[in-house]
């Protein structure tokens, strides 16, 4: 009886530091499970600047289960898991970073799951070594945020460390093509049955995060943008709210001019202007955004561009 063929995506970027500690601990959890499943490891490879390409191209010398995709430039995190969700052989994927802020140890919980027929296992911090304040702030209020404006409710602290089935893989692969992407939420959202798991997420073996503060508030914009039109709604709800203003106003001014008392308005009116002008501008903002997603999916340039996969097929 032939094993089950399980995929461990992970995605790389300027990691020569740490990759070979990251396959040495994978490989120990991978080994213990050897007798019930086989594994296949896909690095995918983001462009990275340093001497990841070399270090990758040692790990596939020194182990057959290990297969390689460089793309031509960075296309950053999302694409890279997508590129090896779509390339993947296993009847399971498991997508996960090369840093061991998603520990290698917890493979044989999420399997577990899977083989009780859970189609996606998401993996959730409970605590995490090495993230600063406004990491952990910023997490619990982009979670409150986007679950308040959007119909798709997602588990706060979920990660990018989580497992799909080969149902899920052939969803994302036919049907979740957008160039806007936040796969954490997009699993959430498919249906089929799900569980998840918790895990303390320890310090970074090597390196530095690749998300700057900027880089993860532009991923929170695009996450809200792809689940919610809250933000365009808020032109018609401060709309109705400026009209009402503006008919006390006059109703207001009506009055003093009838009673013949001066009105001294200039400091409502300018406040009133300011305030007006800032939702203006907000609104048009929001407009802009999702008309650069528009934009983005009209051009239909290609998610990635794979520059070498190895070993050849």
């Known amino acids: 009886m032939s094993k089950p063929l399980y995929s461990i995506i992970v995605s790389v970027y300027n990691e020569e530091a740490v990759l070979s500690l990251f396959h040495q601990e994978l490989t120990a959890v991978m080994d213990t499970m050897a007798d019930t499943a086989d594994f296949e490891i896909l690095f995918v490879n983001d ?13 596939m010398e020194q182990d057959s289960r290990v297969r390689v995709i460089h793309f031509s430039r960075n296309f950053g995190h999302e ?3 997508l590129a090896g ?11 996960m970073d090369s840093d061991l802020q998603h520990p290698p140890t917890m493979l044989p919980q999420m399997l577990a799951l899977y083989q009780q027929g859970k189609d996606v296992v998401t ?9 600063g304040w406004y990491k952990h702030i910023g997490s ?14 997602l588990q706060a602290g979920a990660s990018d460390f989580f497992l799909v089935s080969q149902k899920v893989i052939q969803v994302l692969r036919n049907d ?7 796969l954490r939420g997009i699993i959430q959202t498919v249906g089929f049955e799900k ?5 303390d997420a320890p310090q970074r ?8 503060f900027w880089k993860l508030m532009k991923l929170s914009f695009s996450a809200i943008a792809s689940f919610s039109k809250t933000p365009l709604k808020i032109g018609i709800y401060s709309g109705l709210i400026f009209v009402l203003l503006s008919i006390i106003l006059i109703i207001y001014s009506i009055i003093m001019w009838i009673v013949d008392t001066p009105v001294s308005g200039y400091t409502t009116l300018i406040i009133f202007l300011c305030a007006f002008a800032g939702i203006q501008l907000f609104v048009t903002g929001a407009i802009g955004y999702y008309i650069g997603f528009i934009f983005d999916e009209v051009k239909q340039r290609p998610h990635y561009i794979i520059q070498e996969f190895l070993p050849n097929e």
């Open 176 to 182: 979740y093509r957008e160039r806007t992407r936040f």
């Open 123 to 131: 993996m959730t911090r409970t605590e995490r070594a090495d993230g």
């Open 47 to 59: 462009g990275s600047r340093d001497n990841s390409r070399h270090v990758l191209q040692q790990l």
């Open 140 to 153: 619990k209020l982009f979670y409150k945020l986007i679950n308040k404006m959007s119909e798709a409710k």
């Open 85 to 95: 969700i779509d390339h993947c052989k296993g009847e399971a994927a498991i997508c």
């Open 195 to 199: 569980d998840s798991l918790t895990y």
């Open 79 to 81: 694409a890279a898991m």
């Open 205 to 212: 073996a090597a390196g530095s995060s690749k998300y700057s």
